[in-house]
């Protein structure tokens, strides 16, 4: 019996060491910057960490990396537009996404892949970008009005 154990230890141990060595990708960090980007602004998904030289860098809307959630790919210093592809997204050479003219629409998850001459380094992030509050004059008036009837209370 104990042969059979070890024996079945040791397929473990070689599978997992395979599948870490071959199939595993490296976890990349994202930072936001600004961390709570406002309307309009420009926001960088800045990656950190990317080892080897870039060979390509694809990034996609949500947390799958199917070709149906692909913003683009930069590949040769061109940005390639995939089916999520928005205007105001383009990719730096480090492999960071840049979204100009930031938009709420735009808040949510967003997944990176870099390839590189080392190894496929992926990564994810979430935007929580903050809404900016337009008052209309009524609601002003409203506020002010509501303010000076308490004042004389």
């Known amino acids: 019996m104990s042969g059979s154990h070890s024996t079945i230890l040791g397929g473990f141990v070689l599978s997992v060491f395979l599948h870490t060595c071959l199939g595993a990708s490296t976890k990349l960090k ?15 998904l800045n990656v950190i960490g990317v080892e080897g030289t870039i060979l390509f860098t694809s990034w996609y809307r949500g947390l799958s990396t199917s070709a149906t959630d692909q913003i683009l790919t930069h590949v040769n210093g061109k940005d390639i537009k995939g089916e999520k592809y928005f205007s105001d997204a383009s990719c730096s050479p480090n492999g960071s996404l840049v979204i100009q ?7 949510g998850e967003y997944t990176v892949q870099i390839q590189t001459n080392l190894n496929l380094q ?4 979430t935007v929580n970008g903050v809404a900016t509050v337009v008052l209309s004059p009524l609601t002003i008036l409203l506020g002010l009005l509501l ?3 308490v004042s004389y209370l």
Do not use: H, L, R
Request: glycine letters at 6%; zero cysteines; aromatic letters at 10%.
């Open 30 to 44: 994202i930072d936001v910057i600004p961390s709570n980007p406002k309307a309009g602004s420009t926001v960088t």
């Open 101 to 107: 003219n930031f938009q709420t629409s735009f808040n």
């Open 122 to 125: 992926d990564g994810q992030v």
């Open 147 to 149: 303010f000076s009837s």
